[in-house]
T-cell receptor, first 110, second 115 residues
Framework: ELKVEQNPLFLSMQEGKNYTIYCNYS?????LYWYRQDPGKSLESLFVLLSNGAVKQEGRLMASLDTKARLSTLHITAAVHDLSATYFC??????????FGAGTRLTVKP | DTGVSQNPRHKITKRGQNVTFRCDPISEHNRLYWYRQTLGQGPEFLTYFQNEAQLEKSRLLSDRFSAERPKGSFSTLEIQRTEQGDSAMYLCASSAGQGSNEKLFFGSGTQLSVL
C-alpha cells in the first residue's frame, strides 16, 4: 500500500532562515503535488512536479522531485511570517487517486 | 467564476441522522473529487467522478456513503445513519482533466460534527 511520509510534522523557524521539508513515498508515481492550507481554509495548489529532476520555484518556495529516490523536497528561503501554514505533499496513483502526507505545520516567528 | 463552492460550511447532527452535502465545481471542470480530512491529517480520497460517471470509490467509502453527480455539474455526498467517527471536514475538488499537468481546485469544505 502507498505510504506518503512527510517530515518534519511540525516546524518552527525564525524569519529569514532557510529550511527544507521532505516528502517520501513508497510506490511509483508520475505526479507529485505540494499544497498549502491555512487554518480553517481549504487547500491551495502550489506546485505540480511531473518528472525526475523537476524543479519549480515561486517566491521563497522551491520544490524538487527525485523519482528514483521517491523523494520530493520543499525548500523555504528566507522565511517570512506569511509562510506560516500547513504544507502537504500528495502523490497520484492509479491515475486519479491522490494520496496526501500528514502535513508539515510551519510556524515562522519574527 | 468564484471557484469550487461547498455548502453548508458547517453541519451539526445527531448520531443516526442522515446528512447531505453539496459541491458546485468550477464551470466546465469535468472531474470532481470528494475527500475527507480529520484534524491534523492530510485529506483522504473518497471518490471521483468524470462528468456524471462515478469512476472510483475508496474502500473508506462504506455503504452508508453515497455520492452522485446527476448532470455532470454539481455533486452531492450523502451519509446515512451518521456515526461519531464520520465527524470530519469533507472537501470537494474539481479539475479540467488536462492530462498530467492536472491541477485540483479545492472548495472550502463542509465541517461535519456528529454528536
Amino acid at each position: 500500500e502507498l505510504k506518503v511520509e512527510q517530515n518534519p510534522l511540525f516546524l518552527s523557524m525564525q524569519e529569514g532562515k532557510n529550511y527544507t521539508i521532505y516528502c517520501n513515498y513508497s510506490t511509483t508515481s508520475d505526479r507529485l503535488y505540494w499544497y498549502r492550507q491555512d487554518p480553517g481554509k481549504s487547500l491551495e495548489s502550489l506546485f505540480v512536479l511531473l518528472s525526475n529532476g523537476a524543479v519549480k520555484q515561486e517566491g521563497r518556495l522551491m520544490a524538487s522531485l527525485d523519482t528514483k529516490a521517491r523523494l520530493s523536497t520543499l525548500h523555504i528561503t528566507a522565511a517570512v511570517h506569511d509562510l506560516s501554514a500547513t504544507y502537504f505533499c500528495a502523490v497520484v496513483i492509479n491515475n486519479n487517486d491522490m494520496r496526501f502526507g500528514a502535513g508539515t505545520r510551519l510556524t515562522v516567528k519574527p | 467564476d468564484t471557484g469550487v463552492s461547498q455548502n453548508p460550511r458547517h453541519k451539526i447532527t445527531k448520531r443516526g441522522q442522515n446528512v447531505t452535502f453539496r459541491c458546485d465545481p468550477i464551470s466546465e471542470h469535468n472531474r470532481l473529487y470528494w475527500y475527507r480530512q480529520t484534524l491534523g491529517q492530510g485529506p483522504e480520497f473518497l471518490t471521483y467522478f468524470q462528468n456524471e460517471a462515478q469512476l472510483e470509490k475508496s474502500r473508506l467509502l462504506s455503504d452508508r456513503f453515497s455520492a452522485e453527480r446527476p448532470k455532470g455539474s454539481f455533486s452531492t455526498l450523502e451519509i446515512q445513519r451518521t456515526e461519531q467517527g464520520d465527524s470530519a471536514m469533507y472537501l470537494c475538488a474539481s479539475s479540467a482533466g488536462q492530462g498530467s499537468n492536472e491541477k485540483l481546485f479545492f472548495g472550502s469544505g463542509t465541517q461535519l460534527s456528529v454528536l
